[in-house]
């Protein structure tokens, strides 16, 4: 371990003290940092929020109301800290219920020195690709929620370029509007520019009378 890099701490719980203090000098030979021997699973999910260690290396078999896994769920529920099981059941049914609550590693005691580090290392590989997934798909929901928002902003923009609104100049003699820019427009190129509106041309009654007065394009005005 370089002499820059930071100790990996890993919280020990187990029961029987004489195995504790063993473990906890294993891992310090190790090179790990130990920052405090927990007894009880209450008591190791308090030290864990208060700690919050790399790794919590955790006996199933604890003394008390709560054993290793309620425990170790509660943690990983709570505070998304690793936890690799210690145990000596070696019974299927210990072993399919300790599966249901995704633990990083899994020892059987006895175990040896090799053992105990190979799977501690392992467990921290498999934490260190689970916060890279999971800082993946956060960057991918906010890239998401993102371009949501721009779409929304983008489609109010074209809805209000489309929308005519405020005072509009328009020409008493030959009805042109101007724009923004001082040019005159005839009035259906501009509304037509400016909003969903699209143009049939018809002739109302009182122009059909004075332009021709000798069709009646309107008899039921008459």
């Known amino acids: ?60 078999a604890l003394k008390g109301d709560m054993d290793g896994m309620e425990a ?14 210690l145990t000596a059941n070696t019974d299927e049914q210990t072993f399919q219920r300790a599966k249901e609550t995704q633990p990083f590693g899994y020892i059987i005691k006895p175990f040896s020195g090799r053992e105990l580090r190979t799977t501690i290392e392992m467990a921290f590989y498999k934490a260190g690709i689970d916060d890279e997934l999971e800082r993946s798909r956060e960057n991918l929901e906010k890239t998401l929620r993102e371009r949501e928002i721009l779409i929304t902003r983008l489609e109010e923009a074209l809805a209000k370029v489309k929308t005519l609104s405020g005072l509009l100049p328009i020409c008493a003699a030959c009805k042109q509007i101007r724009d923004d820019r001082g040019y005159w427009n005839q009035i259906e190129s501009y509304i037509r520019d400016h909003s969903q509106a699209e143009f049939t041309h018809l002739i109302c009654p009182p122009c059909a009378k004075k332009l021709y007065p000798d069709i009646d394009l309107y008899p039921e005005e008459t």
């Open 1 to 60: 371990m370089a002499a820059t890099e930071r100790k990996k701490t890993i919280l020990v719980v187990e029961d029987e003290v004489i195995i504790a203090l063993e473990i906890r000098t294993r891992l310090q030979q190790m090179g790990y940092e130990v920052p405090e021997v927990i007894n009880n699973g209450a008591a190791a999910i308090a030290a864990t929020g208060a700690l919050r260690p790399d790794l919590v290396l955790m006996d199933i």
């Open 72 to 85: 170790a769920t509660e943690i990983k529920s709570r505070f998304r800290i690793p936890v690799v099981y």
